[in-house]
């Protein structure tokens, strides 16, 4: 009873829910389908007012006004001819247009290849009786409703255009018909219908039809202007004496505010879906009471399966699998408890997430906490060789060097970047080279050699090479009986970045060399300070993938070599 309860209510729940969606969304399909043929139409429309006016501004049109104007019938056929050529262009350019007649005191101009009838004078034509509609009105359009051409021999079906014409003054009694073809604006309404139910028509905001070849759908129970009013769009129900209801949507034209382009579907069609989806409910219905009756034997063991889900999953978490989760379609009592458990396993999963993101953070802090005890370390003596050349007078060395010196400070700080350019990495040893040889003259030269141009756009770590070419200027070169000479070098193997300064200093013992190896001089003296710092940061960076080589023999020199692995590195 409970399955035949819950499964009633909710079959009347979507019955209702989807009729009513139904209707939602027919009236939103339909009326976008309303609105993208109405701004069709308007086109169209739009395009043959401007033929017509493109006709009356030309030069043959306003010569035959001045004529009527001056009441001139004498070149009658002169202007006939004349404006052939600018009637057949326009007749050209749309071909909506089945014919043209320029009605005026001294005569009607028309294209010759339409046969005019003779025995329908004008003023006895629907058009003429549409003008004395507006007899008293001011108007410059008239858009009269389909009916047959009476004008000319051809007798379609068409839509009158009535245009005063472009001219200096108002010309009494002289109008521009133009008849367009009924068949070509049906066809606009018919191409863009995209659904086999969904009706069109063009009607007057009195609910007239425009096209004679409609005709209106059913008996009138309430007129449609009741419904339209004044608004541009809409959508309604409307009932007729013998169709029944229907869905309406309408929308108004821009050319011609008095005509609505109304679209409209059967309500009875469009929930036909509805009466079968009521009977497919009700043999639901019946299946389910059926499988209520098998399953009632299989319930106790339904209760125990998600327990004994559960178990097995936190057997696996003892295992150290802690990506394991419980699912479940249920809402009892055990899917809470595995709930409660999926939502503790996420925790655990974020304190962990937390403890690797807070020691990553602390290995930045200690990058940059080396990094500020590398970047003072050579900024006495440079101050001091600047002070006394400027007691000296030598002016342009001290401003080279404060030069190099903003530079220096500049690349190094790298707009507090960790990570530069092997580019501006050389750039900033260069500088410090420079400041070097004028604060030691003759002491020492230096050269750069990179194998490949384009490994100055590798990213690596800022300020390494500066405090091994300072150990070297320090230690190799103080106590040297000939000139030093220092060479920097970069080169590329097996995706890894090998950077070397080598001096030709006066070397280190093997015992200081093992001992600067083995880490144990990390702050005995500024050479092994600078090393260890170099090799704790680059640890930092690259763990395990960087690696610091060092290689000495007294009295023959003494080089350095930087291997870093060639890949982005976040920037801190």
């Known amino acids: 009873m409970l399955t035949v309860v819950c499964i009633s209510v909710t079959g009347a729940y979507v019955s209702v829910f989807f009729a009513s969606e139904m209707k939602t969304q027919a009236a939103t399909t339909s009326q976008n389908t309303l609105n993208k043929t109405a701004q069709v139409f308007d086109e169209r429309l739009r395009n043959i007012v401007v033929s017509i006016s493109t006709l009356m501004m030309g030069e043959p049109f306003q010569r035959t006004m001045r004529d009527v104007q001056a009441g001139n019938g004498a070149d009658y056929y002169n202007r006939l001819s004349q404006l052939q050529t600018p009637f057949a262009q326009m007749m050209l350019a749309e071909q909506s247009i089945d014919s043209v007649l320029i009605h005026t005191p001294i005569g009607e101009f028309y294209p010759t290849e339409n046969w005019r009838v003779g025995e329908m004078p004008f003023q006895d034509t629907t058009v003429a009786k549409a003008i004395g509609d507006y007899e008293g009105r001011p108007w410059n359009t008239i858009w009269v409703r389909g009916h047959s051409d009476e004008l000319f021999s051809r007798g379609r079906e068409v839509i009158s255009l009535v245009i005063k014409p472009l001219f200096d003054t108002l010309l009494s009694g002289v109008y521009v018909v ?85 679209g409209y579907q ?20 019946g299946v389910c009471v059926l499988l209520a009756l098998v399953l009632s034997s299989m319930l106790s063991e339904l209760l125990l399966k998600p327990l004994f889900k559960l178990r097995n999953l936190m057997f696996k978490v003892e295992q150290s699998k802690l990506d394991v989760r419980f699912e479940s379609p249920f809402e009892d009592e055990i899917s809470q408890v595995g709930y409660k458990f999926n939502r503790m396993m996420d925790q655990i999963g974020e304190l962990i997430e937390e403890v690797k993101t807070s020691e990553q953070e602390k290995r930045y802090s200690e990058i940059k906490a080396l990094q500020a005890q590398i970047d003072p370390h050579f900024l006495y003596n440079t101050l001091n060789t600047i002070y006394w050349k400027s007691e000296m007078e030598e002016q342009q060395a ?124 990390g702050g005995g003296s500024s050479g092994g300070y600078a090393l260890s710092n170099i090799r704790a940061r680059l640890s930092l960076y690259y763990g395990h993938l960087a690696d610091m080589q060092l290689e000495s023999s007294p009295g023959e020199g003494t080089t350095v070599k930087l291997v870093i692995p060639m890949q982005e590195v976040r920037e801190s």
């Open 398 to 521: 001290v401003s080279e060097m404060i030069v190099s010196l903003s530079l220096l400070f500049r690349l190094g700080l790298n707009n507090g970047k960790e990570i530069t350019t092997l580019r501006q990495e050389l750039n900033h040893v260069e500088q410090y080279l420079k400041l070097q040889t004028m604060c030691y003259p003759e002491l020492f030269t230096y050269e750069f050699h990179c194998e490949d141009e384009g490994l100055l756009e590798v990213p690596v770590l800022k300020i390494m090479l500066q405090p091994l070419v300072e150990n070297s200027i320090l230690h190799a070169f103080q106590e040297l009986d000939r000139p030093g000479r220092l060479d920097i070098t970069a080169a590329a193997n097996g995706g890894m970045l090998t950077l070397a300064v080598a001096d030709n200093g006066s070397g280190m013992s093997p015992e200081v060399l093992e001992r600067l190896r083995a880490g144990m001089d």
């Open 178 to 262: 133009v008849n367009i073809r009924e068949d070509h604006l049906l066809d606009l309404i018919k191409a863009n219908l995209q659904e086999g139910s969904l009706k069109q028509k063009l009607i007057d905001r009195g609910g007239t039809g425009i096209f004679s070849s409609m005709e209106t759908e059913g008996g009138q129970a309430r007129p449609l202007q009741d419904y339209i009013g004044s608004s541009d769009r809409g959508h309604f129900e409307y009932e007729t004496a013998s169709d029944g209801v229907y869905l309406v949507n309408y929308a108004g034209l821009g050319m011609n505010p008095d005509w609505v382009l109304i």
């Open 266 to 285: 059967s309500k009875k069609q469009l929930l036909a879906p509805v009466a079968q989806m009521r009977w497919t409910i009700l043999t639901i219905m």
